[in-house]
């Protein structure tokens, strides 16, 4: 079959396939099931692919009134692990002839400017972290189908929710104290407003009380390394006996409360131990080594656009939280003698 010297059309892979034009459209829409014969889809398939064919995206894509863009909102484009939610999410996007364009929502400073004159022209759809689900009303982003990322199910803006099993990993952290004999923990806890933190701090008080003489003090901090130090510092000199482990929301908190322990004269883990939460590249960073609980960012990111696209054909979401691990390192050991 010989190449044409123009730019193939839809009608000559028709014609080079014996097939009528709307089979084709069919087929290369991947809406051909049930309506043409497999043998059909492989035959106006290798057509294309002999001919050199492309769609005219743009022109498919106004009649379908599709842009074929996802806005993908996160609290800061600083961190890690959102880095690679955006990596994951991504690549899932590009499978499928979608991009993803970042919203960025810095703490502190409120959402960034909405970069269009009209979300609902210029996007299909929205994933969100809810850590930055205040910025959805800047673009009017709940009116778009949506996908909320480590999100109450209950109140999730009437989107789809893909979230981390982040109690199941409270729960291995709790678990790893509980038998190295702590009884005695302070949470340090992110000051940020976000279902996510309140899981972590309802499963810990959960699984303490179920242990016999375990206790958890609860000191807030934003998630800053300084932060962390000065919360840790006044949590330590508090009244009554020191706490034994240090439960931290994220890694950068549980880095602020390794500089903490040591300015009060104390030795990580044999004074107090330390857990973090994320498994960042800090993690192993630090000295000991953090024990933290890992979270698959690149995966969260997959999982949250895979839910979209699902949303968008009309579909339902597969289920199911994504599972988490502890990582068990240096930085936890039996409480020593105060």
């Not at 009528?20 to 889809?41: D, F, H, I, N």
């Not at 940020?192 to 375990?214: D, N």
């Not at 953090?290 to 698959?296: G, K, M, Q």
Request: net charge neutral; with cysteine; hydrophobic share 45%.
């Amino acid at each position: 079959m010989a190449r044409s010297s123009t730019r193939p059309t839809s009608r000559d892979v028709a014609q080079a396939a014996g097939v009528s034009q709307a089979a084709v459209s069919l087929v290369l829409g991947e809406k051909w099931r049930g309506r043409v014969s497999a043998a059909t889809a492989d035959r106006v398939r290798a057509a294309a692919r002999e001919l050199g064919y492309r769609p005219n995206l743009a022109a498919r894509n106004l009649r379908l009134g599709r842009t074929r863009t996802v806005l993908l909102v996160v609290p800061a484009l600083t961190t890690e692990f959102f880095a690679g939610v955006y990596t994951g999410a991504a690549r899932v996007a590009a499978a499928h002839g979608f991009g993803v364009v970042l919203y960025p929502s810095p703490e502190g400073i409120g959402p960034a400017r909405d970069p269009f004159a009209s979300a609902q022209a210029a996007l299909d759809g929205v994933i969100a972290s809810s850590m930055a689900a205040d910025a959805l009303a800047a673009i009017r982003g709940d009116q778009l189908p949506l996908v909320m990322l480590d999100s109450d199910p209950a109140g999730s803006l009437g989107g789809a929710t893909v979230n981390l099993d982040i109690a199941d990993g409270v729960r291995q952290l709790c678990e790893h104290l509980f038998d190295l004999g702590h009884r005695r923990l302070l949470h340090l806890a992110a000051d940020v407003a976000s279902w996510t933190f309140e899981v972590r701090a309802r499963e810990l008080a959960r699984r303490a009380a179920a242990v016999p003489g375990a206790r958890v003090r609860t000191a807030r901090a934003p998630i800053s390394i300084d932060g962390a130090v000065s919360a840790t510092l006044a949590a330590l000199g508090g009244p009554g006996p020191r706490p034994t482990a240090v439960v931290c929301d994220d890694d950068k908190l549980a880095a602020g409360a390794y500089k903490a322990i040591r300015r009060a004269g104390l030795r990580v883990p044999e004074d107090v131990s330390v857990t973090g939460l994320d498994d960042l590249a800090l993690a192993t960073a630090i000295d000991p080594e953090l024990t933290t609980v890992r979270l698959d960012a690149e995966l969260f990111g997959e999982r949250g656009m895979q839910a979209l696209l699902a949303v968008l054909e009309g579909g339902t979401p597969a289920g199911g939280d994504i599972p988490v691990q502890l990582v068990v390192r240096g930085s936890t050991a039996p409480p020593g003698t105060p």
